[in-house]
């Protein structure tokens, strides 16, 4: 499943591109559907705009997965991906396979004129990106020297395809033409076949099998022709259309309901880029019935959610042809090509495609949003690793966190110094290389509240709850992908220090001002069990106050609750910690056990999100500690006033 997530959000690079393509294309079709006039300048001008995004669809995808798919990937990737799209699509080409065969182009297995599909594309981007990981840091002999590195992983690439293509060679025909026999035994079933073909068509999108059952009901394939009959008004009245008119209801307003759905569960946080990705997508489906930027969305990330999609789609066919009511579409089944077809003399009963949308609309919404909150799908907007927010948190402006990371970088010695790098809930954790370069005083000019040396070559500096951000900035320019600022170590001293404004920054609140008349900070105890002192966590972080006083518990129960009126400035991804902005200003972190992050999760459950309001007794996150303690963690946790030196805690 996590390989899936992964794809998912590979998917969402090129998925963010396909609304605007599709809203291009549509007003393009539907100007020169309104003239009558193919050779319109203006609707040929809008249509080949947005047909040079949607007709590249697959490629979009190849160097999409290559790119998301590869661990700390640059631009080497996306190469290769497009280098194993180039050689295997050109392999399988009906003029390639003509001459393989020694045949005429014509007499070529019609399977071969449909290897351009996102199935195809998806496996070039793994070739890719599996290359790039691979081989980026390939040494070759003195003699090859000028291709070891970088340069290896597209020619890895291109001999790796050689064998997927050789694969494809005798695989595809055989899958192609078995969904046709298929697609021809459905003929006899009547409306049920009709929802099966419907189920299987949304089923099969991801790999791009879907064309061959459209051959079969759309064109004239097995004399069907059910697209070009209807076009032409040729067909039989009440039969013609049946294969295409339930697409209608779920295209213009069953999607939009689950885009609507996923809106409303996104993180409050996220539902801004969610909307960015999910309304536009909408827009697209209902007047064009461009379905791809929806579906794409959500069909890896939650691939439960779309085989209720595709059963969906399935009813709305079975339904549409036993009413009956027959629409047909020359583009897809979009609002557009709906009013169009209208007045054709094939279309039956079109008033009831719009109540039919209604209809879907209310069940695309009600059970998308049961289903998303029941098992906790990561959709848009809810996944903690979604690639839209990751790439808009290092490269949209957040300077300050790149100004850090460069000064970081300087006082560790240099991006070379760092063998590796992670982080926790406050602090960055790294393997040096060369412990004498690292400068603790620039560390600490630079932002830095501590730094500490647990043995060996490890070296931690603490941050402070902003630390994911610095650490995804030093990754990006460590990698390349984003340059150093320049002047960074006066940029970073200018800033608040981050333990003072980290949490309030996740809280979108600016800077925390403490307007308490004393220093005592008196709480409700946020979880049961033993208060001590905190110098008796294992931790020397902790211990010695490096992020602020406190007071710590050695808990009995595993609810952790607000212990006051506030904001939730930060929920972790592990959900070990969660961190608080009162309503004095106080800054609070509530950090349950010791290196804890290391569970990734496990055992750990976020009641709240970044943003929301809390009283004294909310819930804010669940912990196993059963299962911390077989994870061989103390649970020991720590409650830190962040942003005053001079705070006590007294818990009541």
């Known amino acids: 499943m996590k390989f899936f997530q992964r794809l998912g959000r590979s998917l969402m690079l090129p998925v963010a591109v396909l609304p605007v393509a599709a809203i291009l294309s549509g007003i393009g079709y539907w100007i020169v559907a309104a003239t009558g006039d193919d050779a319109n300048i203006v609707g040929g001008f809008f249509t080949i705009a947005g047909g040079a995004i949607l007709d590249q669809l697959p490629l979009l995808f190849a160097i999409g997965v290559a790119i998301g798919?590869?661990?700390?990937?640059?631009?080497?990737?996306?190469?290769?991906?497009?280098?194993?799209?180039?050689?295997?699509?050109?392999?399988?080409?009906?003029?390639?396979?003509?001459?393989?065969?020694?045949?005429?182009?014509?007499?070529?297995?019609?399977?071969?004129?449909?290897?351009?599909?996102?199935?195809?594309?998806?496996?070039?981007?793994?070739?890719?990106?599996?290359a790039y990981d691979r081989f980026k840091d390939a040494e070759l002999p003195d003699a090859l020297a000028f291709f070891s590195g970088r340069r290896s992983v597209a020619i890895v690439a291109a001999g790796a395809s050689l064998v997927l293509s050789l694969a494809l060679f005798f695989v595809w025909p055989l899958v192609f033409t078995g969904l046709v026999a298929f697609g021809e035994f459905i003929l006899t079933l009547g409306p049920l076949g009709v929802g099966i073909y419907g189920f299987l068509n949304r089923l099969l999108i991801p790999l791009g099998l879907h064309h061959a059952l459209n051959s079969v009901f759309w064109f004239d394939v097995a004399g069907i022709n059910d697209l070009g009959t209807f076009m032409a008004g040729t067909g039989t009245y009440g039969v013609t259309g049946q294969y295409m008119t339930g697409f209608f209801p779920v295209m213009m307003m069953g999607l939009p309901g689950a885009a609507l759905a996923m809106y409303v569960t996104a993180k409050s946080s996220r539902r801004k880029v969610a909307a960015g990705v999910l309304f536009s997508s909408a827009i697209a489906s209902f007047f064009v019935g461009v379905t791809e930027p929806l579906e794409f969305s959500f069909m890896f990330l939650a691939p439960g959610l779309y085989v209720v999609h595709a059963l969906f789609t399935g009813i709305s066919m079975a339904i549409s042809a036993m009413l009956p009511v027959r629409m047909g579409f020359g583009f897809s089944g979009g609002f557009i090509d709906l009013v169009l077809g209208w007045v054709n003399p094939m279309a039956q009963n079109p008033w009831a495609i719009p109540l039919m949308g209604i209809f879907w609309f209310a069940v695309y919404f009600l059970v998308f949003r049961a289903i998303i909150l029941k098992f906790d799908l990561r959709t848009p907007g809810r996944d903690e690793d979604d690639l839209l927010t990751d790439e808009a948190t290092v490269l949209s402006g957040e300077k300050k966190h790149l100004a850090t990371a460069t000064a970081f970088l300087a006082a560790l010695g240099g991006r070379d110094n760092i063998l590796d790098l992670e982080n926790c809930t406050t602090r960055l954790r790294m393997e040096i290389a060369d412990l004498s370069l690292v400068d603790d005083a620039a560390l600490s000019h630079a932002g830095a509240a501590g730094t500490v040396r647990p043995g060996g070559r490890s070296v931690q500096v603490i941050y402070g709850t902003s630390v994911q951000f610095v650490k995804d900035a030093m990754e990006s320019i460590m990698t390349g992908r984003v340059e150093p600022v320049d002047g960074a170590e006066s940029i970073a001293a200018a800033e608040s220090g981050p333990v003072s404004d980290t949490v309030s920054d996740a809280a979108g609140s600016g800077a925390a001002t403490v307007v308490r008349a004393s220093s005592l900070v008196r709480l409700r105890q946020p979880l049961a069990g033993a208060?001590?002192?905190?110098?008796?966590?294992?931790?020397?972080?902790?211990?010695?106050?490096?992020?602020?006083?406190?007071?710590?518990?050695?808990?009995?129960?595993?609810?952790?609750v607000a212990p006051a009126a506030g904001t939730v400035g930060h929920v972790f991804p592990t959900s070990h910690a969660v961190a608080l902005v009162l309503e004095d200003g106080t800054e609070l972190l509530i950090h349950v056990g010791v290196d804890t992050v290391q569970m990734k999760g496990e055992g750990f459950t976020t009641l709240v999100e970044a943003g929301q309001h809390v009283t004294a007794g909310t819930p804010l996150l669940r912990v196993d500690l059963d299962a911390v303690r077989?994870?061989?963690?103390?649970?020991?946790?720590?409650?830190?006033v962040m942003n005053d030196k001079d705070a006590r805690i007294e818990l009541v």
């Open 531 to 560: 208060v001590v002192p905190l110098s008796e966590v294992p931790d020397a972080t902790f211990a010695q106050e490096i992020m602020g006083p406190g007071v710590a518990v050695e808990p009995t129960g595993g609810e952790v």
């Open 69 to 130: 798919m590869a661990k700390k990937p640059d631009g080497t990737s996306a190469l290769a991906g497009l280098v194993s799209w180039l050689v295997v699509t050109n392999l399988l080409s009906p003029s390639s396979v003509a001459i393989f065969k020694g045949i005429a182009e014509e007499d070529v297995n019609l399977a071969f004129s449909n290897v351009e599909n996102v199935f195809v594309a998806i496996l070039c981007g793994l070739i890719g990106a599996s």
């Open 630 to 640: 077989r994870a061989g963690h103390p649970t020991i946790t720590p409650i830190i």
